[in-house]
């Protein structure tokens, strides 16, 4: 594996990870993996080729042979699939359910690891996920697993949602949100679980602004950052 430092921020949907990542690797000059969008792009890949998503060796085909590329502009990263910008196609409430149906198949998670450790690059890697520490960076010099409530994650995702104009009610979002945190933490392949050396930092009673601070800290303790 690359000797560049990886600074790896896991947990739930809806804690912020995407934020504070977007941030740190803004602040450190550093590449940025948001694993999830792997995910994501692998599920709307099957949608367009009409793979069936329970196919596990179907759906590892389509992971292995994923024309994919992040490419960073002012407003955060875009996703590419085979030349076509997906980033708002990806982010559907669909687009995530999707990608935890995905995520749950092993051949899948394994299609995707070194697509995923190559991007451990210098100066260094932010790598937002669920399994950054426990699977994928296991050597990672930090490691962040970052919480909120299941409710003060549906209420910002409502609020985003609302934003950009779709309706949906909150009840509802509170009710995917508590599905998908099951789906992802019991799953026997990588399991949504902090490493046992993840510093927790529950961000349900803290800015946007609060949790960077936080996390700078951390990077700063670990010379990482100065
Ligand atoms: O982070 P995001 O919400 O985009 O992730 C979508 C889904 O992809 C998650 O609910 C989870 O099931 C899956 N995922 C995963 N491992 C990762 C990143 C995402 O299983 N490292």
């Given at each position: 594996m690359s000797a560049a430092p990886v600074i790896c921020v896991d947990g739930p949907s809806g804690a912020?990870?995407?934020?504070?990542?977007?941030?740190?690797?803004?602040?450190?000059?550093?590449?940025?993996?948001?694993?999830?969008?792997?995910?994501?792009?692998?599920?709307?890949?099957?949608?367009?080729?009409g793979v069936s998503l329970d196919d596990s060796d179907a759906v590892a085909g389509v992971a292995r042979a994923l024309d994919v590329d992040f490419r960073p502009t002012d407003a955060g990263v875009t996703v590419w699939l085979s030349g076509d910008d997906v980033t708002s196609a990806i982010r559907s409430e669909e687009g995530g359910a999707d990608a935890s149906l995905v995520a749950a198949l092993e051949p899948v998670r394994a299609a995707l690891l070194l697509r995923q450790q190559e991007l451990a690059r210098l100066p260094g890697l932010i790598a937002d996920g669920r399994d950054m520490g426990t699977v994928v960076f296991p050597d990672a010099p930090l490691k962040i697993f970052l919480t909120a409530s299941a409710e003060a994650r549906a209420e910002r995702r409502f609020h985003q949602l609302q934003g950009l104009g779709e309706s949906v009610s909150l009840a509802r979002l509170l009710t995917d949100i508590e599905q998908r945190d099951a789906r992802d933490q019991s799953r026997s392949?990588?399991?949504?679980?902090?490493?046992?050396?993840?510093?927790?930092?529950?961000?349900?009673?803290?800015?946007?602004?609060?949790v960077l601070q936080a996390a700078c800290e951390l990077a700063k303790s670990r010379k990482l950052m100065s």
């Open positions: 912020g990870k995407g934020t504070v990542s977007l941030r740190l690797a803004a602040a450190l000059g550093w590449h940025l993996l948001d694993s999830g969008a792997l995910y994501r792009v692998v599920g709307f890949a099957c949608r367009q080729a392949i990588s399991p949504l679980v902090p490493a046992e050396d993840a510093i927790v930092i529950d961000s349900t009673a803290l800015t946007a602004d609060e």
